[in-house]
């Protein structure tokens, strides 16, 4: 009886220390809890259909959807589609974080710089990025771009306030004692200001491109032929409700892959935080 009780409490207190707070877990944990939570959403999914909550036609069950992103990589060249996505992900990407990250830094750091950027970062942060697409079009026409400066407007001046806002969070005090030691401004700023803030940088970056991911289908679903979201177009005209989720589901394991890969750059780079952390 004794022996039952004991073999029963360890067990007791794993299920309480998964609910403690900013308690880190195992790598079994984390990756059994991961799987659970998709579990739960396929099978949530599953039984809707099955129960008739929704049409077939509106609704199609998750291995429906599988089928069709089968049927869509094998007979009609979808790994094309993606190719592209990948392409004006990256480049946008690429060309927003190149402006972001310097003026962002020197905006944080400065405040001259700041008072004379910031009413008109301000100012397009608050401007939706799809209402340029009319704009877009007739400047750069219909051609690559144009979505590439739609992704581009999505991004930059979220990503340039973010950057902003982290630099100015370097405490003071390492500020001081660099000047303290004769350092000079720039000094200051390579030495003390940029290392410690580019670990918050690639956050701030990661979370962005969760940003330009949901811009996507908007700049490929106006006069595309090419593009993830072009295919879910050329499925609607179809009612083709399958092919449209299954893009979906690639955005959000394209999204899921390039989220991972930011963190295992943020763990590669900057490793001492991990051990600050243990």
């Known amino acids: 009886m004794g022996a039952a009780v004991s073999a029963a409490r360890p067990s007791l207190a794993r299920r309480r220390n998964w609910l403690e707070l900013r308690k880190p877990l195992g790598l079994p944990e984390v990756l059994g809890l991961g799987a659970a939570v998709w579990v739960v959403f396929f099978g949530v999914w599953q039984i809707a259909v099955s129960v008739g909550w929704a049409p077939p036609l509106l609704l199609p069950a998750p291995w429906a959807v599988v089928v069709a992103l089968d049927r869509l990589v094998v007979e009609e060249g979808f790994l094309v589609d993606v190719a592209v996505s990948i392409y004006r992900i990256l480049a946008s990407f690429a060309a927003a974080a190149a402006v972001a990250v310097p003026l962002g830094i020197l905006m944080g750091s400065f405040r001259s710089a700041e008072a004379f950027f910031n009413p008109l970062v301000s100012a397009w942060r608050y401007l939706p990025a799809p209402s340029f697409v009319p704009l877009l079009l007739m400047w750069f026409g219909t051609g690559d771009l144009q979505k590439l400066a739609l992704l581009?407007?999505?991004?930059?001046?979220?990503?340039?306030?973010?950057?902003?806002?982290?630099?100015?969070?370097?405490?003071?005090?390492?500020?001081?004692?660099?000047?303290?030691?004769?350092?000079?401004?720039?000094?200051?700023?390579?030495?003390?200001i940029v290392p410690a803030v580019m670990?918050?940088?690639?956050?701030?970056?990661?979370?962005?491109?969760?940003?330009s991911w949901t811009y996507l289908v908007i700049a490929e679903i106006i006069t595309s032929t090419t593009g993830i979201g072009a295919m879910m177009m050329r499925a609607k005209r179809f009612v083709h409700t399958d092919e449209i989720m299954a893009g979906i589901l690639v955005i959000g394991i394209l999204g899921l892959v390039a989220d991972y890969l930011f963190r295992l750059a943020h763990d590669f780079l900057f490793p001492y935080l991990e051990e600050t952390r243990a």
Do not use: H, N, S
Not at 155 to 171: C, E, G, P
């Open 152 to 192: 581009f407007i999505g991004v930059l001046w979220f990503l340039i306030t973010l950057i902003m806002d982290r630099t100015k969070a370097v405490r003071q005090e390492l500020i001081d004692t660099a000047v303290t030691l004769g350092a000079t401004r720039r000094q200051t700023l390579w030495t003390v």
């Open 199 to 211: 670990p918050d940088i690639v956050v701030a970056m990661r979370q962005m491109l969760a940003v």
